[in-house]
């Protein structure tokens, strides 16, 4: 796990997650909490694991065993006071399994909520009203009750899905629209991106790089960028809306970034820098690249020698 400096790429601080020194055991999924305060990490096989950090000074201030198959991203609620880990079990094939909520003052586990076949991400709505949740070996959306913990709502994410375990479509990772009215997926086995509303209706689309991944929004909502984990490349996406008020994507730029397989990603709040990890391979060692989204200009690439996954950003000076 790497803290790294958003303007040069140096690393700032290195951290050990290696509970078994002779296991692999990824880091997956990164969040920073909404008041800047804290941030967590999940260490995704093996013994899956929430740790929890300080800020400034990156202090490990608690764990926590999640008992789970797996672990990959992690959601948090608009106040910072639960976390959401999906129990990402890529070897359950069409098993269903969990999302895992913590209370994240003192990591107490609350509950456990049985979803989906290898849910990959669970955000919290703008105003913490419902949890998304993407079911990627199910081709399903589903929302949870934050509140009382009841699945309120799932759907398919597109005309014939496939089986349990045999997915047509694989929604992998989603983002809110800032009002709360719309979801956005990346469908990475479709190589697209698509907008639902509340009730399941698809209400927009737009087809973006092979395998898209990770996918960030900009604050205002206006740009989302994704990477394209099969392409070596990341897409930005513009959001607009029709006179009816239904949202319109429209792919305004293809990132070219010549990294094998980009993976994470996450946006300065205005959207006009990504930072991309990407995953390496024999030969090439993992890192991460800052790339402007407005005209696909490279600030630089840091190789940190590592399977990288998720990404996030904070800037205090913009509470985000």
């Known amino acids: 796990m790497f803290r790294l400096d958003p303007e040069t790429g140096a690393v700032v601080t290195t951290f050990d997650l290696d509970m078994r020194r002779d296991e692999v055991d990824e880091p997956h999924g990164v969040a920073i909490s909404p008041d800047g305060r804290h941030w967590y990490v999940t260490l995704a096989h093996g013994n899956p694991t929430l740790w929890k950090f300080e800020l400034p000074d990156d ?13 990959s991203r992690v959601g ?108 956005h997926v990346t469908l990475s086995a479709a190589a697209m991106i698509r907008t639902f509303s509340l009730e399941g209706d698809a209400v927009a689309e737009v087809r973006v790089g092979d395998g898209p991944a990770q996918l960030a929004s900009a604050l205002d909502g206006q740009i989302l960028v994704t990477a394209n984990r099969l392409d070596r490349t990341a897409s930005v996406v ?31 709040p205005d959207g006009r820098k990504a930072f991309v990890t990407y995953e390496g391979e024999p030969g090439r060692a993992a890192g991460v690249v800052a790339v402007s989204t407005g005209d696909g200009a490279v600030a630089w690439v840091a190789e940190v020698g590592a399977y990288l996954l998720g990404a996030a950003y904070y800037a205090p000076e913009s509470g985000r």
């Open 59 to 71: 202090r490990l201030v608690g764990r926590l065993r999640l008992g789970s198959r797996g672990a």
């Open 76 to 183: 948090l609620t608009p106040d910072g006071r639960f976390a959401f880990v999906p129990d990402y079990d890529r070897a359950g094939a069409g098993a269903v399994s969990e999302v895992t909520v913590v209370r994240t003052d003192d990591l107490h586990l609350v509950g456990r909520v049985e979803v989906c076949p290898a849910p990959h991400d669970a955000q919290a709505s703008p105003d913490g009203s419902l949890v998304g949740v993407t079911c990627s070996l199910s081709d399903e959306l589903a929302f949870l009750d934050p509140a009382t913990l009841d699945v309120v709502r799932r759907f398919f994410v597109g005309p014939d899905p496939g089986s349990p375990g045999e997915p047509r479509y694989k929604p992998l990772n989603l983002v809110w629209s800032p009002d709360g009215r719309f979801v």
């Open 238 to 268: 513009e959001v607009s809306f029709s006179p009816d008020g239904k949202p319109r994507l429209e792919e305004r730029r293809r990132l070219e970034l010549d990294m094998p397989y980009p993976h994470g990603i996450a946006l300065t």
